[in-house]
């Protein structure tokens, strides 16, 4: 028995069958029954192979650069993993030999623009791991007398407090 037939006869044994309260009540519930299409849930769109160039880095500032380096990293990291690339991932994980290597494999897989790559001159790469803790240092570069350092986690600091480069050898990719 479908919904506006239970509510007329529920409304004629209560007496209470007012035509206008009738008429409303039946459209209520009709409308009720109609079949909507449910909404379409949207598709995750990997993000491998990239479809989009990269952003370029507008600011030519250390903590920009190391940011964008860290995104692109990032992004190339997760999607080794999440599309069972190896090649894809953080330095040690995609064994890159240098610094340059490792900028070389974030262009050709869309990661990086090669307009950017001459912000990178001067970055140096940890030979970090995907087991690395979050506060591993990831990049440094130098400004002045001073370095600035990105950690696994997308922190920039200026100063390392107590924190060491990933055990392996070099702890440092060369350029």
Known sequence: MSGPKILTGM???WKFAGTALLATAIAFMTACEEKQPAPAIP????????EAPPERVSKKSPEAILQTLHRASQEMALDGFQFDKPQLGWPFDCRAAT????????????Y???DDLSLFFEVEI?????????ESPFAKIPQGKKNFFIRKDGAVVSELPQTKPSPRDPAWLPR
């Open 11 to 13: 409304l004629r044994k």
């Open 126 to 134: 940890a030979n970090l791991s995907d087991a690395d803790p979050a």
């Open 43 to 50: 598709s995750p769109t990997p993000s491998f192979p990239r």
């Open 112 to 114: 990086l623009g090669s």
């Open 99 to 110: 610094t340059s290597d490792y900028l070389r494999l974030l262009t050709e897989n869309g």
